[in-house]
């Protein structure tokens, strides 16, 4: 079975720009969840998405934005970016979200901000 | 605020035994996970822990006490490819984590 694939896999951006990343979850997985890592802060939830829903989110500016298609593909967009939003981008899948136990995570999109 | 607090690096060396505790304050509590991490790599499950006790899975064992807001990840038999980064992670609500922010692990030869 594939994995979670994200693309693109690095991306370099300048500051003011908007930015979209691709999450695609393991095969009939509904849930995706978004994650921003950087160095010393460790991962921190963005936001969740089933069945094309929004059911929780984190605590960032609403600069930051997903969604989610049918097929349970997800996007995040990130608008008028800045220098610290250079991070590490995860997404992660599971069947059906809160009772799952077990995210299996993509290899995340490095976004550069410059 | 909600938190999850662990120790930023450990060292140990081949073959020994290691523990990496997680320490969580949080408005609610579904479970308590823990993930792998290496350098260039996506995070990989490795345990999880709703109730209080010892769960086993080869190696690596998680303890969790809910009463004390307290869990720890144990490490047997260190191999080298076990050098990676540990996350502790809760869920405080439904469709929500929150993540430590890891935990270097350095085995020595």
């Known amino acids: 079975k594939a994995g979670v694939t994200q693309t693109p896999r690095y991306l370099i951006k300048t500051r003011g720009q908007q930015v979209t990343l691709s999450c695609s979850p393991i095969?009939?997985?509904?849930?995706v969840s978004w994650y921003q890592q950087t160095p010393g802060q460790g991962l921190q939830f963005l936001f969740e998405?089933?069945?094309?829903?929004?059911?929780n989110k984190g605590n960032f500016p609403g600069r930051f934005s997903g969604r989610q298609f049918s097929n349970s593909r997800s996007e995040m967009n990130v608008s008028t970016l800045e220098l610290g939003d250079s991070a590490l981008y995860l997404c992660?899948?599971?069947?059906?979200?809160?009772?799952?136990?077990?995210?299996?995570f993509g290899p995340g999109t490095r976004l550069t901000v410059l | 605020g909600q938190s999850l607090e662990q120790p930023s690096e450990v060292t140990a060396v081949e073959g020994a035994i290691v523990q990496i505790n997680c320490t969580y304050q949080t408005s609610g509590f579904y479970g308590l996970s823990w993930y792998q991490q290496h350098d260039g790599g996506a995070p990989t499950f490795l345990s999880y822990n709703a109730l209080d006790g010892l769960e086993e899975t080869g190696r690596f064992s998680s303890f969790l006490s809910r009463s004390d807001s307290y869990g720890y990840l144990l490490l047997q038999e260190l191999q080298m490819k076990d050098s990676a980064s540990y996350f502790c992670?809760?869920?405080?609500?439904?469709?929500?984590?929150?993540f430590g922010t890891g935990t270097r692990l350095k085995v020595l030869a």
């Open positions: 998405y089933f069945s094309e829903t929004q059911r």
């Open positions: 992660a899948s599971s069947l059906q979200g809160a009772e799952d136990n077990e995210q299996f």
């Open positions: 095969s009939g997985h509904r849930s």
């Open positions: 992670a809760v869920s405080p609500s439904n469709y929500k984590y929150i």
